[in-house]
């Protein structure tokens, strides 16, 4: 009878057999050294001497962010804008075949090194005197490679010791971590949470007022004061509820037209391009609402609500079995599971605190459990490339929900999760009867291309609102300038700050506008309610 051979022994055979076939082959060379990840920069941030530089997509959230930085004790700093400099450096000293976030973003940092040593200062100088903060993710495309991408084109314009502050948020938003002296402790993740929720709801607030403002400019000028209050507040460390009470209030202050007709448009996509606000999008927000469109943007916030509920999906699955090294390791998945619950809905709780300041006018986060129902039958959600289900989801519920007259996803050329998510949405527009929907490549040279296509599906959502605007006075029994008359003997109803009434089956803000004014008038179906 054979014994059974230990683990030791069996791979002693194997090796053995490896060796000989090698040997008989002719292919028997020296030892193989696989690629192993380079030592890091271990060197921890002086806070006296060092400055922090950082790229957070969105205008305000890098603005709120240099004030929590500066509440911190560091010395912080937003890199510029990027543009077609930052692409040309980026493609020059990265990879072949990267897609341009990579690009812009690094060579973003490049452009800006390159300037301190245009200004006097040496490589060796330029590396102790900055820092690079950046968050990483796993990402199953380039994404997961941005760090290394970062650190090789460095290496390459003669930075090789230049540190990067990473934090990782791909393995549980470990806020615990540390990286190059930057510690992410609860208070710190708190400050931040708090922060990023501040700049959503003022990003989310212009984009519904700037297109229906009277005065034009009035409302970046308020978003710009406002800004520079909660960066103030954070870095003070002041209440940032008390100072969006005095931002809403600025803000009520803005004269705003709501029965100017425009379609709603719905832009989401691949996270860099579609939070981004330069050259890396064609500055795609600004562009929209010159063309007459309001933009609805997705929030910074509602990707972290998706990382949450992707960990407790995984914890989910794993409740009933027993834990093992390439599962969850000896962690016990109900406590996880119980601990990503209560920070899912403490998360979920202070953002409707600070949106009840604001007249819950900003638009709260995606129902991840009705997400979820639609996915059945076009996504699988765990496939977590990129956004996952939610470009195909949030199509679906844009419609159903009548929420958007068109929707737009960005992305790179090339990205694999959204080419992946195109060819399902093929199905969801042959389903949704009713939709305006285009998918849009970008790689920093083809602007006209991409506005000219997107120009021709925003012809055809400005007719749906139009058409849509004309249903509900016929419904109603009104004209429009009855319902304008209304208005300005009401000037209540026109404040910058009053959430409109969403009706049923109704999306612009125009058309909801005047079918709440009809209703004050008493008119509904033609005819005077008594």
Not at 173 to 180: F, G, P, Y
Not at 504 to 523: P, Y
Request: glycine share 8%; aromatic share 8%.
């Amino acid at each position: 009878m054979s014994t059974i051979k230990s683990e030791a022994e069996i791979e002693a055979k194997v090796d053995a057999f490896r060796r000989a076939l090698a040997q008989e082959m002719g292919v028997e060379g020296p030892e193989v050294r696989h690629f192993k990840r380079p030592a890091e920069p271990t060197t921890p941030i002086n806070k006296a001497e060092t400055t922090i530089v950082f790229c957070a997509l969105p205008a305000t959230l890098q603005e709120v962010l240099l004030g929590v930085l500066e509440g911190l004790g560091y010395k912080a700093q937003r890199l510029p804008i990027s543009d077609q400099e930052s692409l040309a450096i980026g493609k020059e000293f990265c990879n072949r075949g990267q897609c341009n976030p990579t690009y812009y973003t690094i060579g973003t940092l490049l452009k800006f090194l390159f300037e301190r040593r245009r200004e006097g200062l040496s490589e060796s100088e330029v590396e102790e005197r900055f820092a690079l903060l950046w968050a990483s993710d796993c990402g199953p495309c380039r994404m997961g490679m941005y760090e290394a991408d970062m650190r090789k084109a460095l290496k390459a314009a003669g930075f090789p010791n230049f540190r990067i502050a990473m934090l990782d948020i791909a393995h549980g938003l470990d806020i615990n971590q540390e990286s190059a002296g930057v510690q992410m402790t609860p208070k710190i993740f708190l400050r931040l949470g708090k922060a990023a929720i501040a700049a959503d709801l003022l990003g989310d607030l212009a984009c519904q007022i700037r297109p229906y403002e009277v005065v034009p400019g009035a409302t970046d000028a308020a978003l710009a004061e406002a800004r520079q209050l909660v960066r103030v507040a954070a870095r003070e460390g002041h209440s940032i509820h008390k100072t969006m009470a005095y931002v809403r209030n600025m803000f009520r202050s803005i004269q705003v037209d709501y029965l100017r007709v425009k379609p709603r448009v719905k832009v989401t996509g691949e996270f860099f391009l579609k939070h981004a606000e330069d050259e890396s999008n064609h500055r795609l927000l600004h562009w929209l609402e010159a063309e007459g469109a309001e933009v609805m943007l997705d929030t910074v916030g509602a990707w972290f609500e998706y990382m949450i509920w992707l960990n407790e999906l995984k914890v989910r699955d794993r409740l009933f079995v027993k834990s093992d090294p390439q599962g969850m390791g000896t962690a016990n998945p109900w406590l996880v599971w119980f601990g990503l619950r209560v920070g899912k809905h403490f998360g979920e709780i202070l953002y409707t605190f600070y949106r009840a300041i604001m007249n819950m006018k900003p638009q709260g986060f995606p129902a991840m459990g009705l997400l979820d129902r639609y996915s059945e039958g076009y996504y699988e959600k765990r496939l977590i490339a990129g956004e996952g289900h939610l470009e195909v989801t949030k199509h679906i519920y844009m419609v159903r929900h009548a929420k958007a007259h068109m929707m737009i996803s960005v992305k790179p050329f090339g990205c694999m999760p959204s080419t992946i998510s195109d060819g399902v949405q093929a199905k969801v527009v042959s389903d949704l009867a009713d939709t305006v929907f285009i998918p849009i490549e970008t790689t920093g040279d083809g602007e006209v291309l991409v506005k000219s296509r997107v120009q021709m599906k925003l012809q055809e959502a400005k007719e749906k609102a139009r058409e849509e605007l004309q249903r509900v006075l016929d419904s109603y029994g009104v004209t429009l300038e009855e319902v304008r008359a209304y208005a300005e003997k009401h000037p209540e109803l026109s404040n910058a700050m009053r959430p409109i009434p969403h009706q049923r089956g109704v999306v612009g803000t125009a058309a909801n506008f005047a079918a709440d004014v009809a209703r004050r008038m008493g008119r509904r179906n033609g005819r005077a309610l008594r």
